[in-house]
């Protein structure tokens, strides 16, 4: 399983992104996908999840009521769908993807969120 982080960029305060994060290979179930983020200096910290049956979706605090995860089955592709923007969103985003919400086992490449002020 091969996981495509892409949608990072430099946006201002207030501004939105969308993150994609696509799994490639060969007839894959559908897998939980994390969203994780790491900013310099900073642990690496959970931001959204979506189940892999469910559709059910958790939010950390700090992004809770501005992201939005969501999943297109045919295009086995997540996205996170960041609006309202803060400098403390500035960080490395990473997808993870596993059999369940605390089974993650497979990691994409990170794609740089930067959010200036």
């Known amino acids: 399983v091969q996981l495509q982080a892409s949608g990072g960029g430099l946006v201002q305060v207030g501004g939105s992104l969308r993150l994609s994060c696509e799994t490639r290979?060969?007839?894959?179930?559908?897998?939980?996908i994390g969203w994780f983020r790491q900013a310099p200096g900073k642990e690496r910290e959970g931001v959204s999840c979506?189940?892999?049956?469910?559709?059910?979706?958790y939010y950390s605090v700090p992004v809770k009521g501005r992201f939005t995860i969501s999943r297109d089955k045919a295009k086995n592709t997540v996205y996170l769908q960041m609006n309202s923007l803060k400098p403390e969103d500035t960080a490395v985003y990473y997808c993870?993807?596993?059999?369940?919400?605390?089974?993650?086992?497979?990691w994409g490449q990170g794609t740089q969120v930067t959010v200036s002020s």
């Open positions: 290979g060969d007839n894959l179930p559908v897998y939980a």
């Open positions: 993870a993807a596993g059999p369940s919400n605390v089974q993650l086992n497979y």
């Open positions: 979506i189940s892999a049956n469910t559709g059910n979706t």
